[in-house]
């Protein structure tokens, strides 16, 4: 049984680096860079991964938290922010204190992708924790138990 879990999290080990590898800013292509730094020119503490066939930057811009994600041509296909839970919209904040009064904050995304915008809040409850994704709106697009 020992030597089977061991096997287990090897392979689960070599899976996570084939998937996403990190990569030396010198090896990002300049089309990929330069859209990044366009965007995004106050971007600190910059990592860089290969996730197949997207680059995934993870940085800050002063104090929060940003990963980017940007195909081969360029595009930004997705942005998740950390946000502080006073950013939220208060269509979000309300639908918190109705649907979710038992459960605490613990963390906010705002996630921008394909044009659209939604926010994911990280809940901590007593008898679960909970990740739900919100419209801007309060509308829950995804409700997880975590």
């Not at 090896?27 to 106050?42: E, G, H, R, T, W």
């Not at 503490?45 to 811009?61: A, H, M, N, R, T």
Request: overall charge negative.
């Amino acid at each position: 049984m020992k030597k089977l879990i061991i096997l287990l999290l090897a392979v689960w080990i070599l899976n996570v680096h084939a998937n996403a590898q990190d990569i030396p800013q010198s090896q990002v292509p300049s089309v990929i860079l330069n859209a990044f730094q366009v965007k995004f020119p106050n971007a600190t503490d910059v990592d860089w991964e290969l996730k197949g066939d997207q680059y995934k930057v993870d940085f800050e811009i002063g104090t929060r938290d940003h990963d980017v994600w940007i195909d081969k041509s360029g595009n930004i296909k997705k942005h998740k922010e950390d946000i502080s839970k006073k950013d939220l919209p208060q269509g979000i904040v309300n639908k918190i204190a109705k649907d979710f009064s038992s459960y605490k904050i613990d963390g906010t995304d705002k996630i921008e992708a394909d044009g659209k915008v939604v926010y994911l809040v990280e809940l901590d409850g007593t008898a679960d924790d909970r990740k739900v994704t919100f419209t801007s709106t309060g509308d829950v697009q995804e409700n997880i138990v975590d």
